[in-house]
DNA sequence: ACTTCGCGACAACCTAAGTTAGGACAGACC
DNA sequence: GGTCTGTCCTAACTTAGGTTGTCGCGAAGT
């Protein structure tokens, strides 16, 4: 199912967008040593205070940074989807800040950090690529920021639904609006900065206005613009553009 | 009062501490092209939704970055201080996601964009410096996620003062937890994500409780252990053993 | 000396969201 | 078939923080 070339390819791809590779960039990505691993859903990728040895990034399934607050209150700050980079931090800061935990069962692909910073080093412009990545990483915290901070519970998960829409539908997991999002209420309240409860009261808002539609854990925007507006929703800040992989056949 | 190479100098000395750059690193430090601009307070430095020309540095004063919702709340997402290097974004991203204006007036150092690229390109430990900053950007973007999602009004704004106090401290701009914050109650609202009324309140109960001293400006911290408590306030994720300038002499 | 203006202080009232505590239901496991 | 366990749903009640509006003061301008 995951063959291992390929994820190193679809990397090649979405980074040759960024900054032209030479052949020499593309045979030391695709001779980057790694490693591909099964993570059971709940399973720690990564923990806050820990040493960094490693970088990863999602072949399969999706996984979420989160901090614990001294009180024991938990707030995710970001929700990564397969093609993302999580962790590029590993690579080059000297203490992880945060856990990264499988939302549900994911493929992830290890980079040992030694070899992450000889690459960096040794081939400028797949470094800039990979930092464009962290880039558009500190954009989504920065609308996080303003998400939790300046808007209501309505707005708020009307937001990350937004968001959650086209990333995915970049990453070719989405289609119309309709999508598997592998999280509980109670992630959602994490995310949000809300309570279950809270959540629960609101998503129910949402569907009965038609806005939203939802069982188990697939979600469906009937009326995208409706819904956009009552998030508030503009996409500048994931810089799309600089996003698309490339790798995944349009919606036909 | 800001000779012009010192700037640089400054910034080179800092990237050292993270790669050990050559001769060549060093001289192209020296010689990228740059200018330096005197801001006044207010005015902006970078707009949302504009396409970035330039990335700066400021070496005098404080800047802070925000977004304005929809519904027209403004919520301030950093607040940068002398040697910080804001808008990296400005030499990789296609398009601003949010606004930079200045707090107090400021000595801004800015640097072409394609001058910027041309050196992450020649410069590969250069390049991996910069990334740096973009990582820590990254990781106080996380913690103020969870400052504005998980904490209580009297929480958030200990801890928003205890980041400054450290952060001004590593910069030599804070001695003993005194420290000069240009910042209205206002715009400290505008931080953590509550009503300028509600900071006052809040304020002034700390100030009671003898947490903090307080006037005009400057701000005191008596008892920085009790504040750090009630800030729930671990500095971890500020990586400050990556961000010592080296530059200004130590307190004596 | 008077006015304007930006900030901070303070009070009265209101509401969005939190808290607590159940119950219903589906899947997993014995 | 019964028992956990996790998730969702709901209701009643509480509270932290928002809203609105007024006042005072010091700095800057005329």
């Given at each position: 199912m995951t063959d291992p070339s390929s994820v190193l390819d679809r990397m090649i791809r979405k980074f040759e967008r960024r900054a032209p590779l030479d052949n020499g960039d593309r045979k030391a990505l695709r001779t980057l040593p790694h490693r591909v691993q099964t993570i059971e859903p709940g399973m720690y990728v990564v923990r806050d205070g820990e040493t960094p040895t490693r970088s990863c990034l999602i072949v399969e399934g999706f996984a979420y940074r989160h901090k614990v607050t001294v009180e024991g209150a938990r707030q995710i700050v970001s929700v990564h989807i397969p093609g993302d980079f999580i962790?590029?931090?590993?690579?080059?800061?000297?203490?992880?800040d945060h856990n990264v935990q499988a939302l549900s069962r994911c493929e992830i692909a290890f980079f040992p950090r030694a070899a992450m910073q000889q690459l960096i080093l040794d081939h400028p412009r797949v470094a800039m690529a990979m930092w464009v990545d962290t880039l558009i990483d500190g954009s989504i915290f920065r609308e996080w920021v303003v998400n939790v901070g300046r808007r209501d519970a309505r707005s708020r998960i009307a937001h990350l639904l937004c968001e959650f829409a086209r990333r995915l539908e970049v990453a070719g997991l989405a289609h119309e609006y309709r999508y598997e999002l592998p999280m509980t209420q109670e992630q959602l309240a994490d995310a949000t900065g809300l309570t279950p409860v809270h959540v629960n009261r609101t998503l129910q808002t949402l569907a009965r206005e038609g806005l939203i539609e939802r069982n188990r854990r697939f979600v469906a925007i009937p009326r995208w613009e409706a819904l956009r507006k009552v998030a508030g929703f503009?996409?500048?800040?994931?810089?799309l553009d600089q996003v698309k992989s490339n790798g995944s056949p349009p919606t036909q």
């Open positions: 962790d590029l931090d590993g690579a080059l800061l000297n203490v992880s503009s996409e500048t800040y994931l810089h």
